[in-house]
C-alpha cells in the first residue's frame, strides 16, 4: 500500500497541471449545467472539453510509465506492477471520480434531495461515467507510445464505432439489452487487457486484441438476430403485467390501433419509442410496408396509444389479404401516482422562472420559458419533502388533498443523447432495463373489416 | 552453487527473417566486469534485454542471478542496477524527485553512498531531467542503479555519444562504487573499455567468437614482425596466424596463440631466411579489428 500511494504521489506532483484544468473545467461545466438552459445553449460544447480534457490527463497519467518498447525507465526495477496499476487507478478515483461523485451529491443536496438515500445511485452513476469513458482510454493509453499515438486511437476507435452505426440503420435505442451486453462485456474485456498488457507488456497482441474486441463490440448488436435479444431481454426482464395489443374490432380501414393493456393501479405507462414497423401482406401477392408513426415534439407527453395507418396504395392493392403486423416499442412504466395527471395541465407563475406549464408523463413535469424541470420521486418518497428554500411548487390535486411539494431542478445530462445520465435517476441509464421491450408480432386478418 | 551471475544457452533471438542472436553462449563470473563487445548490430542491446526479460528469446534460455530471465520478480530486479543507452526518462522529475522516487523500491538503498556519488559526478539536484544533457542524465541513471549497491550492473552501451570528460566521470563512478559487484557492460567502442574491463566477450554474426578474461586475451595475442626476405608467403600457414602480410624485408601476422617458445619454433619452420622478429602487445582495439577483418577475409 506504501509503495501504491508512493507511486500516486509522484503521479500526482507530476500532473497536478492538468489534472487542476479538468477539475476547473468541471466546476465550469456544472455551474453552466445549473444555468438556465437558453443561456447554456452558447457553452454546451464545454461538457465534451470536459471530457476531452479527462481523456488527455488519463492519458499523460498512465503514459509517465509507458508500457510498449524496451526502454521505458521503469522496466528492469522493482517495481510492481499490480502496485503501478493501483496507483494509476487511485488517481484517478481521486481527480475524476470523486469530483463527478461529490458535484452530482452537491447538486442533488441543493436542491432539496437527501444525498445518503441515493449514495448508491450516486456511486455507480459516477463509476458508470469513469468505466464507459475513462476505462477506454486507459487500456489505449497502455497500448500507446505518447498521447499523439493516443489521440490517433481514440480517433480510430471512434471513427470506426460511427462508420459500425452508419452501416447500420437501426436504432441503438431499440436494443437496449444490447447495450447492456456490450457496455458489460466491453468493461470486462477492457479491464482484462489492462491487466494483461500491465502483467505481460505485449504491446502488439495488446492492440490486435483491442482493434478485435472493438469490431465484435460495436457489430454485436447487429448480427446477433433480434429475436435472441428479445429473448434475453424476456428472460431477464422482471414479469410485468404490461402488454401491446391490438384490438382488430377497432381497425378500420387503413388504421391500426395499438393500445398498451393490463397496467396495474396507480401506475402509468406510455410508449417511449416505436421502430421497425413492418406490416407484410401475406398472400400471393407478399409485399412490405415500412411505416413511422408521426413525429412527436419533444415536449409532449409520450403516447399510450399508437395508431398505424398503412400507405393508400398498399392497402388498396392488399386489401382483401391477411397481414402480419411487427414492430418494436419500448414501453416506460412510471409508478406516478394518479395525482400527477390530475396537476397536469396547469399554467401557473413562477417568481424565478415565469409561466411555467405542467405536463405529466407519470412524472410531473413543469415547463417554464426558461428551464425544462422536473419533479423526481425517489425510493418512493418525495425528494423534497420540506418546505424547499426556495421556488416551491406546490400543487394540489383534487384526487390527492395531500400537498406535493415538488424542488424545481435542472435537467442534467452528461454527454447528451442516449450516452447521458441524470444524476436525479440514479445513472442506471447504460444498464437499465426498466423499459420492457415488447417485439409484438402478429397476424390480423382484415379481410372481413376493411371497407 | 554456480560462480555465474549470468549464463545464457543457445540464445536465440530473430526479427522476422533477420537472425540477430544465433545460439549465444555466454557466462559472466560473479564479481567481474564483463564486456561484451562488438560492431552495431551485432546483437549486444538485444542480448542485454533479453537477460532483462524485456525481450523474449526464441530458443535458448538464459539465467541470471540465478533465475530464469522470463521469471525475474521485483526481488531480483531490486538487485540489479539497469542503464541503457536512450533509457526513456521520467523528463518531468527533478534529479531530487527521481532518487527520491526510486529509493522505497530498494530496501538497500544507501543514503550515503547516494550522496558520494552526487558529489562525484556533480548532478544539480534542482534541474529537471529533460534540461539536463544526455550525458548528465546517463549520470544520473547511474547515480539510482548504484544507490543500492546492486549485485549486478547491467550497463548497455553507456558511453555512446559522451564526450570523454563526462565519459571518464562516469567510469570513475561505476568503478569507485561497484566494488561489490558484477558488470555486464555492452560496448562498441573497445578503448573505453579496456581499461577496467576483467572479461572480454566478443559477440559476431549472432554467437560468440570468444569470450575470455582480458588478460589471457592480450596476453595471447602478437603483433609479429618479422624480418625476412621472401619473395611470397608459403601457401600454408600455421592457423593461429591471421592477417600474414609480406612487404620488401618485413612479414607481418597476428598470432592468437601466442607462446614465446612454440611461436619462435614456428616462425623458424616457416620462414627459415628469418634474421629476427618481433612481438608487440596489441592494444583490443587493434586486437578486435585483426579479427574482424581476418573473418571477413574467410567468409
Not at chain 1, 479527462?54 to 506492477?81: D, H, K, N, V
Not at chain 1, 424542488?407 to 442506471?428: E, K
Request: aromatic share 8%; proline share 7%.
Amino acid at each position: 500500500m506504501n509503495l501504491i500511494l508512493h507511486i500516486a504521489k509522484k503521479d500526482f506532483r507530476q500532473s497536478w497541471g492538468i489534472l487542476v484544468a479538468t477539475l476547473a473545467l468541471f466546476a465550469l461545466t456544472t455551474w453552466i449545467m445549473a444555468t438556465p438552459r437558453q443561456q447554456r445553449n452558447m457553452f454546451v460544447d464545454v461538457e465534451t472539453v470536459v471530457l476531452v480534457a479527462w481523456m488527455i490527463a488519463t492519458g499523460m497519467l498512465w503514459q509517465r510509465e509507458p508500457l510498449p518498447g524496451q526502454r521505458a525507465y521503469w522496466f528492469a526495477s522493482p517495481i510492481p506492477w499490480q502496485d503501478l496499476l493501483q496507483a494509476k487507478w487511485l488517481v484517478v478515483t481521486v481527480a475524476i471520480f470523486l469530483p463527478i461523485l461529490a458535484t452530482h451529491a452537491v447538486i442533488v443536496a441543493a436542491n432539496g434531495l437527501p444525498v445518503a438515500p441515493n449514495l448508491a445511485a450516486l456511486t455507480w452513476n459516477a463509476a458508470t461515467i469513469v468505466a464507459l469513458y475513462i476505462l477506454p482510454v486507459a487500456v489505449l493509453a497502455a497500448i500507446t507510445r505518447n498521447l499523439q499515438q493516443l489521440i490517433l486511437w481514440v480517433l480510430a476507435i471512434f471513427a470506426g464505432g460511427l462508420l459500425a452505426m452508419q452501416a447500420h440503420q437501426v436504432s441503438m435505442e431499440t436494443h437496449a439489452v444490447a447495450n447492456t451486453v456490450t457496455n458489460a462485456l466491453n468493461i470486462v474485456a477492457l479491464v482484462a487487457i489492462l491487466i494483461w498488457q500491465y502483467r505481460t507488456r505485449s504491446t502488439r497482441a495488446g492492440r490486435i486484441v483491442v482493434v478485435a474486441l472493438t469490431a465484435f463490440l460495436r457489430t454485436l448488436p447487429f448480427w446477433v438476430p433480434d429475436p435472441v435479444w428479445y429473448a434475453l431481454q424476456r428472460a431477464i426482464s422482471p414479469q410485468h403485467p404490461v402488454r401491446l395489443t391490438i384490438d382488430t374490432n377497432q381497425v378500420r380501414g387503413r388504421t391500426i390501433p395499438i393500445a398498451i393493456e393490463g397496467l396495474p393501479p396507480g401506475q402509468t405507462a406510455a410508449i417511449t419509442s416505436f421502430h421497425n414497423v413492418e406490416v407484410t401482406a401475406v398472400g400471393d401477392r407478399t409485399a412490405e410496408a415500412n411505416l413511422t408513426t408521426p413525429p412527436r415534439a419533444i415536449n409532449d407527453p409520450w403516447p399510450r396509444e399508437v395508431t398505424l395507418r398503412l400507405p393508400p396504395d398498399f392497402a388498396r392493392l392488399h386489401q382483401s389479404q391477411p397481414l402480419d403486423v411487427s414492430f418494436l416499442a419500448e414501453i416506460t412504466i412510471y409508478d406516478a401516482p394518479r395525482a400527477h395527471s390530475a396537476a397536469a395541465g396547469q399554467t401557473i407563475e413562477m417568481p424565478e422562472y415565469g409561466r411555467c406549464r405542467t405536463w405529466s408523463d407519470g412524472y410531473l413535469r413543469i415547463e417554464c420559458q426558461s428551464v425544462l424541470s422536473s419533479a423526481y420521486r425517489i425510493d418512493g418518497q418525495w425528494a423534497a419533502k420540506d418546505e424547499p428554500p426556495k421556488s416551491p411548487l406546490v400543487l394540489r390535486s383534487p384526487e390527492d388533498p395531500s400537498p406535493l411539494t415538488a424542488r424545481l431542478f435542472p435537467i442534467t445530462h452528461w454527454f447528451g443523447g442516449s450516452g447521458g445520465t441524470s444524476v436525479y435517476s440514479g445513472g442506471r441509464v447504460f444498464f437499465s432495463l426498466r423499459k420492457p421491450i415488447a417485439h409484438v408480432q402478429r397476424r390480423i386478418d382484415l379481410t372481413s373489416i376493411r371497407e | 552453487m554456480s560462480n555465474h551471475v549470468i549464463t545464457t544457452t543457445n540464445l536465440g533471438m530473430r526479427y522476422g527473417r533477420h537472425t540477430v542472436l544465433n545460439g549465444l553462449n555466454l557466462e559472466v563470473p560473479k564479481g567481474s566486469v564483463y564486456a561484451l563487445v562488438g560492431s552495431n548490430g551485432a546483437g549486444k542491446t538485444t542480448t542485454l534485454q533479453i537477460l532483462m526479460n524485456l525481450l523474449r528469446g526464441h530458443t535458448g534460455a538464459a539465467t541470471v542471478l540465478g533465475v530464469d530471465s522470463r521469471k525475474l520478480t521485483v526481488n531480483e530486479y531490486a538487485r540489479i542496477g539497469y542503464v541503457s543507452e536512450g533509457q526513456e526518462m521520467p523528463d518531468a522529475m527533478t534529479v531530487a524527485e527521481f532518487l527520491a522516487f526510486w529509493r522505497p523500491f530498494y530496501p538497500t538503498w544507501d543514503n550515503a553512498r547516494e550522496q558520494e556519488l552526487l558529489q562525484l559526478l556533480r548532478l544539480p539536484l534542482d534541474r529537471k531531467l529533460k534540461h539536463l544533457s544526455r550525458g548528465m542524465r546517463m549520470k544520473a541513471a547511474l547515480i539510482s542503479s548504484l544507490s543500492y549497491r546492486p549485485e549486478l550492473i547491467v550497463l548497455d552501451e553507456p558511453f555512446s555519444g559522451l564526450d570523454p570528460l563526462i565519459r571518464d566521470e562516469f567510469i570513475e563512478g561505476l568503478l569507485a562504487h561497484a566494488d561489490e559487484s558484477t558488470i555486464l557492460i555492452s560496448s562498441h567502442d573497445l578503448a573505453e573499455i579496456e581499461s577496467f574491463s576483467s572479461h572480454v566477450g566478443l559477440l559476431e554474426d549472432g554467437h560468440m567468437a570468444f569470450s575470455e578474461e582480458t588478460t589471457t586475451l592480450t596476453n595471447r595475442f602478437r603483433e609479429i614482425e618479422v624480418r625476412a626476405e621472401i619473395p611470397a608467403l608459403p601457401p600454408k600457414l600455421p592457423s593461429t596466424w591471421v592477417r600474414a602480410e609480406t612487404t620488401a624485408a618485413l612479414v607481418r601476422f597476428v598470432e592468437t596463440q601466442w607462446h614465446p617458445e612454440r611461436t619462435a619454433q614456428e616462425i623458424k619452420e616457416v620462414f627459415p631466411t628469418a634474421t629476427d622478429y618481433q612481438a608487440n602487445a596489441m592494444p583490443l582495439r587493434a586486437l578486435f579489428v585483426a579479427l574482424a577483418k581476418a573473418a571477413r577475409k574467410a567468409a
